[in-house]
T-cell receptor, first 113, second 116 residues
Framework: AQSVAQPEDQVNVAEGNPLTVKCTYS??????LFWYVQYPNRGLQFLLK??????LVKGSYGFEAEFNKSQTSFHLKKPSALVSDSALYFC???????????FGKGTRLHILP | EAQVTQNPRYLITVTGKKLTVTCSQN?????MSWYRQDPGLGLRQIYY???????DKGDVPEGYKVSRKEKRNFPLILESPSPNQTSLYFC???????????????FGQGTRLTVV
């Protein structure tokens, strides 16, 4: 069965520094991978996705993610963090065999002023 | 405006009193799903639906029912709610992944349910 792991419950980064939020996945076949962000008292918002092609995908709000097939990872990155990036981030995988979308447990990102 | 609408946003109920949380999408999506979000557990899938009259269990289906009689609606039914179903619930919809470009999901604003 497919699964997603986000090994860090919380990540703290100083404003202006680069940030990375980690995600690893397990799925049979080719994965579709996603990142979502959740602000307080809001639903999840789509940030970016990897389907095929270039391993570095760019998304909303200056975020990008790097797909690494050999390490089965899809880490979320941003070159320079903003305080407004503080939120809960979810990695997700979609298995093309059954079309289910499975989420990781989430990583809370704190950007320190 | 493309959106997924859940109602109610907040609900406090008593143990055993049947309730329904509605979910509607206006994007003609085939795929719809319900999740519950609990601290430390992330988002767990309750049920999902690939199309009208096609539903399947997710990872935590016990105590829940769903129906998909129309493409746009996917209500979540708790026949006899219990306190362990106190949670934040999200409905989501998307195009099918295969052939849909690995379509991303759109989420409703959430329903915070408290069962006392």
């Amino acid at each position: 069965a497919q699964s997603v792991a986000q090994p860090e419950d919380q990540v703290n980064v100083a404003e202006g520094n680069p940030l990375t939020v980690k995600c690893t996945y397990s799925v049979s076949g080719n994965p579709y991978l996603f990142w979502y962000v959740q602000y307080p008292n809001r639903g999840l918002q789509f940030l970016l996705k990897y389907i095929t092609g270039d391993n570095l995908v760019k998304g909303s709000y200056g975020f990008e993610a790097e797909f690494n097939k050999s390490q089965t990872s899809f880490h979320l990155k941003k070159p320079s963090a903003l305080v407004s990036d503080s939120a809960l981030y979810f990695c997700a995988v979609r298995d093309m065999r059954d079309d289910k979308i499975i989420f990781g447990k989430g990583t809370r990102l704190h950007i320190l002023p | 405006e493309a959106q997924v609408t859940q109602n109610p946003r907040y609900l406090i109920t008593v143990t055993g009193k049947k309730l329904t949380v509605t979910c509607s999408q206006n994007m003609n999506h085939e795929y719809m799903s319900w999740y519950r979000q609990d601290p430390g557990l992330g988002l767990r899938q309750i049920y999902y639906s690939m199309n009208v009259e096609v539903t399947d269990k997710g990872d935590v289906p016990e105590g829940y029912k769903v129906s998909r009689k129309e493409k746009r609606n996917f209500p979540l039914i708790l026949e006899s709610p219990s306190p362990n179903q106190t949670s934040l619930y999200f409905c989501a919809s998307s195009n099918r992944g295969r052939g849909g470009g690995g379509a991303e999901a759109f989420f409703g604003q959430g329903t915070r349910l408290t069962v006392v």
